[in-house]
């Protein structure tokens, strides 16, 4: 029998198994996670803030040789009482500050809040529907965080915050007027957690191992460079306290190896200036994907260099939370849920998968080409397969099946090998063991020849 003959016969093989597979699956090229859309409720968020008085104690008359007071509230805490709204950046919280128990002075002021965050998604690659296939080829993965009004002097503090008018040195009344709630800019920074931390929800009373506004009562968790008595606690530098406070970062002298907590070297570490504009805000997190699904990340802002906060400009964004629009009673139980505008907002994470875009790419270079074909071969018949192994259907086996589709979309354009190139040695060449499919291609040579 000629070549020629052989030929045709491996080209209507391959042809059936194109015609005879079932299609690829229809699956999206991107899947967006989001708490409340599509069934998903596997997001997570915290706040961590901390105040610092710049010169507690001072009066006009007094000039006291300690440095402010940090940790007025909030200090170390995490699990953010499932607030509507998680804070990013340098607040102007007080233009007052205390003096002792009761008497406030401006000598003693401003007083400046800390706020900072952390988000993760869990369960977004798995083999359940909606989740990211494991092996799939990710093109991008954007972190959507929609920009609000701050809290305010009052809504950060809840119950804790000081009056408008306060009693100062010899009964005078000073006026206290609170920072509104506005719209802010300034440069985000997110960089990846490497330890997990202590997220939850804690409305009751005050105790041992929790700290309180108040009102808002948040699990603690203690960071390893959050310690009052330091350099930057001594210096009264309330630009340096935004370091010094909250989780170590990579390269902190002050800590001892193995104690970092967030690294604000690593290659995927995103710093991004945003606009005051009220919507959502894009970080590129391609970089950031394994720790945002898993411990999570921590996203910080500062003041630029030489300024500070004061009652008309914060320097930071604010972000809608994943619970944002829910009601809760004092034990956590949800009284109302959050609206379908409010759900909208709540942040989101949007993967683009790339290995999804061309059925029959198994390593995920654009192409459908040998080197899928030899990805295939070398799984063919096996069980509990992936993407990445030439299981392009996801059930779970690489077969004929998925040689159909693997065939269907050659070199991206649908067009089929050369028959030539199925029947030559090139084709045994890319398929190490298993030799099931060259046995498979084999046997329909010879039944074909048999029967002339």
Not at 353 to 378: K, Q, R, T, Y
Request: charged fraction near 20%; hydrophobic fraction near 35%; proline fraction near 5%.
């Amino acid at each position: 029998m000629s070549t020629q003959r052989y030929s045709k016969v491996v080209v209507v093989m391959w042809m059936c198994a194109v015609a005879l597979s079932p299609a690829a699956p229809t699956l999206a090229e991107t899947l967006t996670f989001q708490q409340g859309t599509n069934g998903y409720d596997r997001a997570q968020d915290a706040s961590i803030r901390w105040a610092y008085t710049t010169n507690w104690g001072d009066s006009a008359t007094v000039d006291r040789d300690h440095a402010g007071d940090v940790g007025a509230y909030e200090m170390w805490s995490t699990g953010a009482g499932r607030t509507s709204i998680l804070e990013v950046g340098h607040f102007f919280q007080s233009t007052v500050g205390g003096f002792v128990k009761g008497v406030h002075t401006v000598e003693a002021g401003p007083v400046y809040r800390y706020s900072r965050m952390y988000i993760r998604f869990r369960d977004v690659f798995g083999t359940g529907a909606g989740q990211v296939p494991p092996g799939i080829g990710i093109a991008s993965a954007t972190l959507k965080l929609y920009n609000t009004e701050d809290l305010g002097s009052a809504g950060s503090a809840g119950g804790a915050v000081l009056s408008e008018t306060l009693t100062g040195v010899d009964n005078v009344s000073l006026s206290n007027p609170h920072n509104a709630p506005k719209l802010n800019a300034g440069t985000i920074s997110v960089y990846p957690s490497l330890i997990p931390i202590s997220y939850g929800f804690d409305d009751g009373t005050s105790g041992k191992g929790k700290v309180t506004g108040k009102e808002r009562r948040r699990g603690k968790q203690e960071w390893a460079q959050g310690q009052c008595c330091n350099t930057a606690h001594e210096e009264n530098d309330p630009v340096a306290m935004a370091f010094q406070l909250g989780p170590a970062d990579v390269g902190n002298p002050r800590i001892s190896p193995g104690e970092e907590e967030i690294d604000s070297t690593h290659p995927g570490a995103i710093n991004v200036l945003q606009d005051a504009t009220e919507e959502f805000k894009d970080f590129d997190v391609l970089g950031l994907l394994d720790f945002l699904t898993g411990d999570g990340v921590f996203i910080t802002s500062l003041s630029p260099d030489g300024q500070l906060p004061t009652l008309d400009i914060n320097y930071g964004n604010a972000y809608r939370s994943s619970e944002f629009g829910d009601v809760y009673d004092k034990d956590g139980n949800l009284l109302i849920g959050g609206s379908a505008a409010d759900i909208a907002t709540r942040p989101m994470l949007v993967i683009e998968l790339g290995g999804l875009a061309i059925p029959g790419d198994a390593n995920g270079d654009s192409f459908v080409d040998v080197a899928d074909l030899g990805i295939l071969g070398a799984n063919f018949n096996a069980t509990d397969m992936q993407w990445n192994t030439g299981d392009f259907n996801l059930d779970g086996m690489t077969d004929v099946a998925d040689l159909g589709i693997l065939g269907a979309n050659w070199s991206g354009g649908g067009q089929l090998p050369d028959a030539q190139s199925i029947l030559g040695m090139e084709l045994r060449a890319v398929i190490p063991e298993p030799m099931t499919l060259s046995l498979y291609v084999l046997s329909v040579l010879m039944v074909g020849r048999r029967r002339r």
